[in-house]
């Protein structure tokens, strides 16, 4: 009896999670092109899957001058603006992927990023890439975390 009570309770507990797992938000930066076919965030729960973000000048697709390290600063720049529509922010960022044109650059992107992140770092990978969006240096993916 107990036991067909403590298997009912699993069952409910594991049904009310999934449900509220399934319930996702979609984001979109409403300055970019529509004809884009990505969201720039989408939330589940308190994940929070950040698109891969180029370091593109607010309101359009023109990449910024000034190298990678403008870019990496550019990209941080955007994802305050979306993590702000999603009432979180920088500190909420728990896992980096960055993608380099040129790992020869790599010292100048972690001057710019360690910026965005004066204490705890997130975790991170970074790996060199070819060929990434209109010409950009450096594309950056992130997974944040709602406190």
Excluded: H, W
Aim: hydrophobic content about 45%; aromatic content about 8%; charged content about 20%.
């Amino acid at each position: 009896m107990i036991r067909n009570i403590f298997i009912l309770l699993a069952a409910f507990m594991l049904a009310a999670c999934g449900a509220q797992s399934d319930e996702r938000t979609y984001d979109r930066d409403p300055s970019l092109p529509q004809d884009l076919p990505f969201s720039s965030a989408v939330v589940i729960g308190n994940t929070i899957y950040l698109s891969g973000e180029i370091g593109r000048a607010p309101g359009g697709t023109t990449i910024v001058e000034g190298g990678v390290g403008a870019e990496t600063a550019q990209i941080f720049e955007n994802y305050k603006t979306t993590l702000a529509r999603l009432d979180s922010d920088l500190s909420d960022i728990v896992k980096c992927t960055i993608f380099l044109d040129d790992m020869e650059k790599f010292a100048e992107m972690n001057a710019a990023y360690a910026k965005f992140f004066p204490g705890d770092k997130p975790a991170r990978s970074t790996l060199g890439a070819d060929g990434l969006a209109i010409g950009a240096a450096i594309e950056i993916e992130c997974l944040a975390i709602r406190k």
